[in-house]
């Protein structure tokens, strides 16, 4: 059973339109959430993360929403740039568990 | 500074044959993880070290794999007797320690003929 969950394989937007990436888990004792970037033939890219303490997480025009109640979250790119397109994942991991358990990943294209 | 390095980068073997992925980690950084990549799926948790002992192998799908981090730095993960199942891309990550941030190498992409 996935306990994370990206349930859209593919989006695509605007440039210089806000990108919304979502992602659900199911497995409460997740504390800790990350967003990875990926590009074709490369390791995954740390992006941005957000503790189940908080709600909300800022980088530039990067932010990370954590809805613990609904066991979601989400991350909104803006604005959009062409160079943002790629697969993003959504990683979790909890208690005293560090592996992380990934979504299947979200391919995002910015149109120009 | 420099990243995590894999090596090789790409691998070519054929069935039943023994296969070792090599992991460099950011200097200083005490964790080291392994995971693999299907195409289509997300990374998926194989094994990670805290210094030179295994924490956690429970990813490992079978006793065909093994990872050693003897001075706990560089890693091999080993595969005997390989199948064609086998075919992925082999992720390594490291952090500073397990509460850090991991960061991930370029992989290793696996073809079992």
């Known amino acids: 059973d996935q306990q994370v969950k990206q349930n859209s394989p593919s989006l695509s937007v605007q440039e210089g339109r806000i990108s919304i990436l979502n992602c659900d888990y199911t497995n409460s004792m997740f504390d800790y959430f990350l967003w990875y970037k990926k590009y074709p033939a490369e390791g995954p890219t740390f992006l941005i993360s957000?503790?189940?303490?908080?709600d909300k997480n800022e980088d530039g025009r990067f932010t990370v929403f954590l809805n613990k109640s609904a066991k979601h979250l989400s991350l909104h790119i803006v604005p959009s740039q062409p160079g943002d397109s790629a697969v993003y994942f959504c990683a979790a991991y909890g208690g005293s568990n560090y592996k992380l358990t990934f979504g299947k990943g979200t391919l995002l294209t910015v149109n120009p | 500074g420099a990243g995590v390095s894999q090596t090789p980068s790409n691998k070519v073997t054929e069935k039943g044959k023994y296969v070792e992925l090599r992991c460099d980690p950011i200097s200083g950084h005490t964790a080291l993880y392994w995971y693999r990549q299907s195409l289509g799926q997300g990374p998926e948790f194989l094994i990670y070290?805290?210094?030179?002992?295994?924490?956690?192998d429970s990813g490992l799908p079978n006793d065909r794999f093994f990872a050693v981090r003897p001075e706990g730095s560089v890693s091999t993960l080993k595969i005997q007797r390989t199948e064609r199942g086998d075919s992925a891309v082999y992720l390594c990550a490291s952090s500073l320690t397990v509460e850090e941030t991991q960061y991930f190498g370029p992989g290793t992409r696996l073809l079992v003929l």
């Open positions: 070290f805290q210094g030179t002992g295994a924490a956690d």
């Open positions: 957000i503790s189940s303490i908080k």
